[in-house]
């Protein structure tokens, strides 16, 4: 296992790689991480639909951590895990426009493979599952997203992502799969239990909502058949996403990247600088 201080080191190289890849690679495996991210969504909503209450909500919540095994163990780029590059760029081995960069180009493409995802499962009927139970818990999850204030928007994903990239950073100390896995699963199974928001996911959760509204079976089958009004992609892009996803950099790039820079780095820089190096 690798210790806190080797996977500060091993990140600073890992980072500074993702800064220097091509745009069409920051794109496309931005897309495939969106994509999943989005089908531990599609899982975790199916789940959680099997069963009414708490214990629904911990079996979705059990379900969803597949997702970032995936990112991490068959190879992607996802914006939340990202913000981390903060850390080599605090050691001058990566620079802020390159952070910044890569934070754009994954983004988009993680809100493309979301969608894509959303649309396939919505109109390829996979929400018809349980008499159309998974298509109204798709838009009751999507409704209440979209219904919360700014403030807690923004402290739910700062909340959410300090989680988020601890299971990135805990992964990077198992040296096997397993090892990578279970290290993965506890923190990213706590976020979604305790519903705190995760941006990406959030590209996904919304517009599959957005999706299934116009269906209306699943409409029937959500406890907000009677009034949608406030799902709009207008509410998704300012009252969740916005909010979210600056919570989010804070989240990762302050609570763990400079806090483990501040830890595990600088006085290493600070010795390098002393040496002349």
Known sequence: MNSPKEIAQNYIAIGTAKTKLPVGKMLVLGILAGMFIAVAGVASTVASATLTGSVGKLLGAAVFPGGLAMVLLAGSELFTGNTIIVLPVC???????????NWVFVYIGNFIG???IAALVVFGGTFGLFENAAGGAAINTAVAKVAMTFDDAFIRGILCNFLVCIAVWISFAAKDIVGKIS???FPIMMFVLLGWEHSIANM???????????????LAA???????SALTWGSFFVKNLLPVTLGNIVGGSVLVGLGYWFIYARDDMKAKAAAGK
């Open 114 to 116: 979301s969608l894509l």
């Open 91 to 101: 050691c001058k081995q990566a620079t802020v426009g390159g952070m910044l960069k």
């Open 183 to 185: 290290g993965i699963f």
């Open 204 to 218: 996904y959760y919304i517009s599959a909502g957005l999706f299934a509204a116009g269906n209306e079976a699943y």
């Open 222 to 228: 959500s406890k907000f058949a009677s009034d949608i």
